[in-house]
C-alpha cells in the first residue's frame, strides 16, 4: 500500500513540473529539461504525518445501552401498574353500585324496584366515564377500560342464562325480577359500553356524548317520566312529554360539548317513538347519538 501511496505522489509532482515548464517555456520540453522534484518539495495532506485509523465516531458504552433499556422497561411497567390500578378499581367501583342499591331495596330505603333498576343505569355509565382520567395515556389504556364492561358482560351471560345464581343482581337491574330480562336490556347496555370504549374511548366526544344519551338521559327519562308523566305522546302512550322532555334536558347537561343539543334533540325523538318491542332503548338511543355525533363533529 505505501508503494501504491509514493506512486501517487510521485505522479502528482511529475504533473505539477511539467505544468510548470510549460508555462515557462511555451513549447514542449525536452526530458533533459524536467525537473524532479522530491515528494517534500511538496506535501501531500495525507503524507505529512503518521497514518491514523478510521474512526465512526463514539458509540454508545453498554452501560449507557442498559441504563436506556432500564429506563423503558420501567416506563412500560409503570404503565401497566396504572392502567392495571385503574381497572381493579373501577370493576370495584361498578360491583359496589350494585350492592349499594340491592341493600338499599332490601331495606325498603328505595320502595320501588325500578327507582332502583334505573339509578344503577344512570350512574353506572357516567361514573364508569369518570374513571377514564386514570388510565394512562398509553395505546393500550382503553382495552384495560375495556375489562370492566367486558366482565359485567359476561357476569350478565351467566346470570341470564341461570348458569350462576344472584337474586340481588337481578333485582337490581331487571325491571320484573326474572333473570332472562339480563339478556336483554342490561346486556345491550355493557356491550354499548365496551364497544363505545373501544372505538372511540377519550379521542372522540362521540362515545362521550352516545354514552351520556344513554346513561344520563335516557335513565331519567324513565324516572321523571313515571313518576310525572301523565300526559303520554301522541304517538306513543308509553313515553310522555315530561320523560322526553327530561331526556333532552339531562342528556345536555351531562354532555356539556357544543353541538351536543341537536344530538340530543335526536336521541329524544327516537327515544319517543313507539318502537320499543322491535329495538330496545339501549341500542337504539346510543346508535342515534353515534350517528349524529359523527354527522357534527366529523
Known sequence: MGAAVWSCGGAAVFASALLAGRRSHGSHLAPTQL????ASSYPLPFLSGPATPFSPGP???SRAQLRLLRLRVQ???GVVLQDAAATTF???GAYSLVLVFDALAERNIIQKQSLSRKAVHVLSGLLYMSTWPFFSSSMVARYFAAVVPLLNCIRLLCYGLRLLTDEGVVKSVAREGRPEELLRGPLYYVIVLLLCTLVFWRESPVGVVSLTMMSGGDGF???VGRRY???KLPYNQQKSWVGSISMFIFGLLFSTITRVALISLAATVVESLPIGDVIDDNISVPLTSVLTSVLLFG
Open 35 to 38: 525537473h524532479f522534484a522530491s
Open 59 to 61: 458509540m454508545p458504552s
Open 75 to 77: 416506563a412500560s411497567a
Open 90 to 92: 373501577c370493576f370495584a
Open 221 to 223: 327519562a324513565d324516572i
Open 229 to 231: 308523566g301523565a300526559t
